[in-house]
């Protein structure tokens, strides 16, 4: 209560320095005050109405008793402060922000309380699914990975031991057929040595049957000189050395021709029967050097077919071994992201939690505030039986008061 002049009062009521509302870490004062209406002569004020509030929920701080000045009680000339308008705009300012700020306070909390249901339900989740179950569902899976991997490698180990002894097979083969080609080399190249050796004995005949073709020409020769020259032999004599030396010339010549034919004959068989060994010698070598290379082209294939399967069984297990680094790696990444999770969902209910506490103490708060309000409303009516309408002054004060209530 101040005096501004001679015969008017002002009067000022703080409900900033009284009345202190923490709302969402906010705070703010109503500051008013009325004078006479209408020339009345009676005065009121409004103090330190209810104290500041320090120290959160709970009024540490406890409730300040209404002071009244009993000097208000006397009557005196009351005018209108000029500022209240002013006051008021400012009071109606203030109102206006702090509602801005306690609707975003309350969408927040809604917010918060949809992103708790969800978290609560994810957690749900995770709790019906146990600890381990991602961990076995995964370790099923790579056991069955890992089974058809070494049935795989069992199959292609069996393929690879067939294979072997199919090799091992094949290279007896060629060893055998080389034997035999070896073989055939000795015996065609013995035929060729007979046939030089029958060859000399043809020629060796040959030459001898020209030397009795000589020596029969030159006894004929003889015998005809004998003849023509009248050695004086009798016809007898030369009859019979004529019929002898024919008789041995034709033996000769018999006998001559007889083992040349015979030899001939026996050359010819031999050549014919090396032929016909030579020709199937050629044909079977033939045949065993398309074996040989029919081998060669069959082992080629083998190798590459091994070295393949070789190649396929150190990719599987490197696909494997991938494979179990990943499923590892995002096995650690999936604890590592519940973790967090739990983490997360932990420190939303702890804000949770802390809303809730503010807004309980909010809710306390308010009533405590309703309830003075109502008090000193009901206290200035009793005390001031003028027309002054303290309701109309403590409008924005109480329609804050219901805007807090019905957002609650």
Known sequence: LSSTAPGRISMGGSYGGGYGCRIGGFGGGYGGGFGSIGGGVIGGGIGSFGGPVRGGPGFPGGIQPVQVDPTLLRPVHV??????????????EQIKTLNNQFASFIDKVRFLEQQNKVLSTKWELLQQQGPSGPRKNLDVIFENYIQNLRRRLESLLGQRGQLESELQNMRQYVEEYKTKYEEEINRRTAAENEFVVLKKDVDCAYMTKVELEAK??????????????????????DLEVRRQYEQIAQNSRAEAEAWYQSRYEELQNTAGRHGDSLRHTKIEIQELTRNVQRLRAEIENVKKQNHQLQAAIAEAEERGEMALKDARRKLEELECALSKDKEELARLLKEYQELL????????????????????ENRLCVDNPSNVNVCEYLYTVFSAEWLLAWVS
Request: charged share 25%; net charge negative.
């Open 216 to 237: 029969v020409g030159a006894l004929t020769d003889e015998i005809n000189f004998l003849r023509y020259t009248g050695v004086g032999l009798a016809a007898h004599v």
């Open 79 to 92: 005018d209108i402060d000029p500022q209240i308008q002013q006051v008021k705009c400012q009071e109606k």
């Open 357 to 376: 506490n503010i807004k309980i103490a909010l809710d306390v708060e308010i009533a405590m505030y309703r309830k003075l309000l109502e008090g000193e």
